[in-house]
C-alpha cells in the first residue's frame, strides 16, 4: 500500500520569494516515482515534476525543483521566484505498480 | 500529440437516476485508464484503473462502476446515484508498456452534483 501525507494544509507567500512544500509518504515498492501535480482554480491537473526513485539527482524544472531524501521517504518541492500564476492546490504523489497515490493537497496563495 | 477528453463538463442529477460519464483519449494506443474522484477541499482518490479492453481494477467499493469497451474508451456509471457521489471526477491516461513511471496525465474534469 501507498501513502502520501502532506503536513501543510494551507501556504502564503509574496510574490518573488520562495516557498517549499512538504510531503511525505511510504511506499512497499521497490521501484516507484514521485510527482508534483498543480491545481490551478480551472481544476485541471498539471504535472508540475516528476522524480525516479533510483536517482539520486533531485530533479529541477525551471523555478521548481525538489528535495528527495529517499531514506526519510520526503519529496519536498521548492518554488523559486514564485509568481501569481503558481497560486493552486499543489498535490504530492507516488506511483507504484499502475496506480498514482495522491496526498490530501496543499492550497498555496501567492500575495502580490 | 495525446489529447484526453471528457464529458460532460458539468452534470446536477437527482438522487437515484443513473450516471454516465465518458473519456475518450486520442494520439495513443493501449493506454491504461484511470477514473478518480475529488471530494471538496480534499485530495483525489483512484477509483477505477484499466490496463486493457475489458480489464477493470476497482480501488473502491462503491455504487460506482467503470467500463472499457474500445480501447481508449473509458466509462464510469452508477445505477442509482447517492448523495455521496457528488464530488469532481477525472479521468486520466499514461502510456503501457512501462510498469513504473509513466506519467499520468488528466483530463479536464466532470464536476456532479446529486441533488
Known amino acids: 500500500a501507498q501513502t502520501v501525507t502532506q503536513s501543510q494544509p494551507e501556504m502564503s507567500v509574496q510574490e518573488a520569494e520562495t516557498v517549499t512544500l512538504s510531503c511525505t509518504y511510504d511506499?512497499?515498492?521497490?521501484?516507484?516515482?514521485l510527482f508534483w501535480y498543480k491545481q490551478p482554480p480551472s481544476r485541471q491537473m498539471i504535472l508540475v515534476i516528476r522524480q525516479e526513485a533510483y536517482k539520486q539527482q533531485n530533479a529541477t524544472e525551471n523555478r521548481f525543483s525538489v528535495n528527495f531524501q529517499k531514506a526519510a521517504k520526503s519529496f519536498s518541492l521548492k518554488i523559486s521566484d514564485s509568481q501569481l500564476g503558481d497560486t493552486a492546490m499543489y498535490f504530492c504523489a507516488v506511483q507504484g505498480a499502475q496506480k498514482l497515490v495522491f496526498g490530501q493537497g496543499t492550497r498555496l496563495t501567492i500575495n502580490p | 500529440s495525446q489529447t484526453i477528453h471528457q464529458w460532460p463538463a458539468t452534470l446536477v442529477q437527482p438522487v437515484g437516476s443513473p450516471l454516465s460519464l465518458e473519456c475518450t483519449v486520442e494520439g495513443t494506443s493501449n493506454p491504461n485508464l484511470y477514473w478518480y474522484r475529488q471530494a471538496a477541499g480534499r485530495g483525489l482518490q483512484l477509483l477505477f484503473y484499466s490496463v486493457g479492453i475489458g480489464q477493470i481494477s476497482s480501488e473502491v467499493p462503491q455504487n460506482l462502476s467503470a467500463s472499457r469497451p474500445q480501447d481508449r474508451q473509458f466509462i464510469l456509471s452508477s445505477k442509482k446515484l447517492l448523495l455521496s457521489d457528488s464530488g469532481f471526477y477525472l479521468c486520466a491516461w499514461s502510456v503501457r508498456g512501462t510498469r513504473y513511471g509513466n506519467t499520468i496525465y488528466f483530463g479536464e474534469g466532470s464536476w456532479l452534483t446529486v441533488v
Open positions: 511506499t512497499s515498492e521497490s521501484n516507484y516515482y
